[in-house]
């Protein structure tokens, strides 16, 4: 008996203890440097002319309306927009637009909870509701000796039939750094080929 009674105490013991371990943590707010780190990807080549054509190679075919490119700065900004009135189901989408509407699904949510714009604050205001869908970017190109240096920054925002942001977001998510610079990767290796 008193076994029975000393194997079901330990029993008990070990499933709080393996419950307590279990308890969510909240994870810190990313710093500075830890953002910058993901955000920055080296390349084998100097030519930094190059590495930004293959750049805007990569987001042109994301979809991407390039907005300025200053070769000797290194710098280009681009920016891609989505109409949210498009029924997702009932259009014909490329892939490319698929991995940006599931970009946007994760940054916003489905939902209208963070949208309180929906309700006029009189009569005679035009109601407001979201519109568009939009993501910016930077890139900044440097040379560094025999290497480059590439740095982007994602941001994500939700405009309203007005043109005027709802929600504006800086992107930072490590895996999405990770598949843009995968696509940079082989539009540098295309460039290279003269393609």
């Known amino acids: 008996m008193r076994l029975h009674v000393l194997i079901g105490f330990l029993v008990v013991t070990i499933t709080a203890c393996t419950f307590v371990n279990q308890a969510p943590t909240v994870q810190p707010p990313k710093t500075q ?45 681009a920016t891609k927009e989505v109409d949210l009135a498009e029924n997702r189901a009932t259009t014909n989408r490329a892939s490319s637009d698929d991995y940006w509407w599931s970009v946007f699904e994760s940054v916003f949510g489905t939902g209208g909870g963070r949208n309180r714009a929906n309700q006029s604050r009189s009569n005679q205001e035009q109601p407001r509701f979201r519109k568009f869908k939009l993501i910016e970017v930077s ?52 460039q290279k080929q003269g393609f």
Do not use: C, H, W
Not at 142 to 161: M, P, T, Y
């Open 33 to 77: 440097l830890q953002t910058r780190e993901f955000q920055t990807r080296e390349f084998d080549t100097n030519d930094t002319k190059l590495i930004m054509k293959a750049v805007l190679n990569v987001l042109q075919d994301d979809g991407f309306v390039v907005k300025n490119a200053v070769v000797d700065l290194g710098l280009l900004t």
């Open 139 to 190: 890139v900044n190109v440097s040379e560094i000796g025999r290497r480059s240096k590439v740095r982007a920054n994602f941001q994500a925002k939700i405009l309203d039939n007005q043109g005027q942001p709802l929600d504006v977001y800086v992107i930072e998510d490590q895996k999405f750094y990770q598949e843009f610079f995968a696509k940079v990767d082989k539009g540098i290796f295309i």
